[in-house]
Nanobody, 117 residues
Framework: VQLQASGGGLVQPGGSLRLSCAAS????????MGWYRRAPEKQRELVATITSGGSTNYADSAKGRFTISRDNGKNSVWLQMNSLKPEDTAVYYC????????????WGQGTQVTVSS
């Protein structure tokens, strides 16, 4: 399974960005999809996930500012990020889970988000 992420960039504090990620090459249904991030000198952390049924889960830092969505038919997931803060600066990675009987996690290449004035 290959994941292609895009949409990162440089934005001023308070601005918005929309990250996109498309999965391809899976023989099985794509189950959960999500976004994670790794800030400089920090461990990778969960940002948001979404099930194939549309149930979402957000990190506390993302609640109220970020919205995750997906299109099952396109095996795609998006992350709309509003009211961005400097502490949101990180490399953002999309992830999907697929496979039967054993589910495997697949990762995209990462896209840089920099929030700075």
């Amino acid at each position: 399974v290959q994941l292609q992420a895009s949409g990162g960039g440089l934005v001023q504090p308070g601005g918005s960005l929309r990250l996109s990620c498309a999965a391809s090459g899976s023989r099985f249904r794509i189950n959960n999809m999500g976004w994670y991030r790794r800030a400089p000198e920090k461990q990778r952390e969960l940002v948001a996930t979404i099930t194939s049924g549309g149930s979402t889960n957000y990190a506390d830092s993302a609640k109220g500012r970020f919205t995750i969505s997906r299109d099952n038919g396109k095996n795609s997931v998006w992350l709309q990020m509003n009211s961005l803060k400097p502490e949101d600066t990180a490399v953002y990675y999309c992830q999907c889970r697929s496979g039967y009987p054993v589910e495997t996690a697949y990762w995209g290449q990462g896209t840089q988000v920099t929030v700075s004035s």
